[in-house]
């Protein structure tokens, strides 16, 4: 029993030593990248504001400009509050990890590469607003007694669900499983009844004023407003190139036909998405995730919940991280059977499944290679190496 509790300690270990020094090399690119002048996509997402009125994903931005205008602040503050952000999320995933008895399953889902080592192989990934999404659902499941059971927490949760979902839509993705939840925690009592009454509330409020703003024209004179205003106070020109500024401009329709002729493009092969899909549920299946039928059900919802992002948009992988996520610290949460009943030398496999697969965030063609060991463990030592000079 002794020696048990001993190896796990030095299991505990080893999973903190690991995530510590994939994820201090992670943190360190961003910030040298932001202090450079940052990146079409991951710094200028966060800078969308509402200087210029009501726009999707303006609320972060207009929040962040109230410190300073300058760019040696801002983009100094926002690496360090995104990564902040991301260590929170990290050690919310391991508390919880820790907090129930896990099996063997428990870390290939913790090691799974959709899952928290989605944005390591592929970090054009990381730093988008789902981590916002992600921490909210994050404090939930952490504190779900505390928040459902006293207002004032229920209230301050609702607002950080909604500066999440005001500083971008895809934030909207995390309802499912906020509903289900609140559901398992308090099932059909008059207090689910009245918390599922407030966040529908909310969340109908949220996608009516995301979908007032439709004009193009009234998105592009916005977003060269902004771009104007960056422009002027120091921030790089490259900000406002391709990224994503321009698809600020773009309305329901025009995205859809972006993505549209992505998927009719010969020379990418969105169909391999449904495999990585396949691959990364595959722990969930070994693990009798999917034998409780309100699981089943909130999966079922949750994908069918999903397909219009799959539909007018083409960052396939996003999706399908935010959909592991949310099954992972499910799985994390619930009681399992026969907890370690299983051989240690089985943990070998975790590494070879860590490496079987990548899922880059967008766009799969021919000269991506998803789906190989070697490549994929040479890759991912060779970055570690290069960063740490090994």
Not at 96 to 116: D, G, M, R, T, V
Not at 293 to 303: A, E, H, T
Request: proline share 3%; aromatic share 20%.
């Amino acid at each position: 029993m002794q020696s048990d509790k001993k190896l796990l300690n030095i299991k505990n270990i080893i999973i903190f030593s690991i995530f510590a020094i994939v994820y201090f090399q992670f943190f360190y690119s961003y910030h040298k990248m932001s202090i450079l002048g940052g990146n079409s996509f991951t710094t200028s997402d966060w800078l969308i504001n509402y200087n210029y009125g009501f726009i999707r994903r303006g609320m972060f931005g207009t929040i962040l400009f109230m410190f300073s205008n300058n760019p040696n602040v801002i983009l100094n503050i926002l690496p360090f509050t995104l990564n902040l952000i991301y260590f929170i999320n990290i050690l919310l995933v391991l508390k919880l990890f820790l907090k129930e008895k896990q099996n063997l399953i428990s870390y290939f889902i913790l090691f799974s590469p959709a899952f928290l080592f989605f944005p390591i192989f592929d970090p054009s990934a990381g730093y988008r607003k789902e981590i916002l999404g992600i921490l909210t659902v994050n404090i939930l499941i952490n504190f779900k007694k505390e928040i459902l059971n006293k207002t004032s927490y229920l209230i301050l949760f609702h607002l950080l669900f909604l500066f999440a979902i005001f500083s971008h839509e895809v934030n909207l993705l995390f309802l499912p499983i906020i509903f289900f939840i609140v559901f398992n925690e308090t099932r059909l009592s008059n207090k689910f009844k009245k918390i599922l009454v407030s966040i529908t509330s909310i969340s109908i409020l949220c996608v009516v004023s995301i979908l007032q703003t439709t004009s193009e024209s009234e998105l592009s004179q916005k977003r060269n407003s902004m771009c104007e205003d960056l422009i002027n106070w120091g921030f790089s020109d490259y900000l406002c190139g391709f990224g994503s500024f321009d698809f600020l401009a773009w309305d329901t329709k025009a995205n859809y036909y972006f993505s549209k002729q992505n998927y009719l493009d010969p020379n990418q092969s969105y169909e391999h998405y449904l495999y990585l899909f396949f691959l990364s549920l595959l722990p969930f299946v070994f693990g009798n995730f999917f034998k409780n039928k309100y699981l089943r059900l909130y999966v079922i919802i949750s994908i069918i919940f999903t397909i219009p992002y799959f539909v007018i948009a083409v960052d396939w992988g996003r999706w399908i991280h935010i959909l592991i996520w949310c099954y992972s610290i499910l799985y994390f949460d619930m009681k399992k059977t026969n907890s370690n009943n299983y051989s240690n030398i089985l943990f070998l496999l975790v590494p070879v499944y860590l490496f079987l697969f990548n899922i880059p965030h967008c766009c799969i063609n021919e000269g991506n290679l998803v789906i190989n060991l070697t490549n994929n463990f040479q890759i991912f030592i060779n970055k570690i190496a290069e960063f740490y000079r090994v």
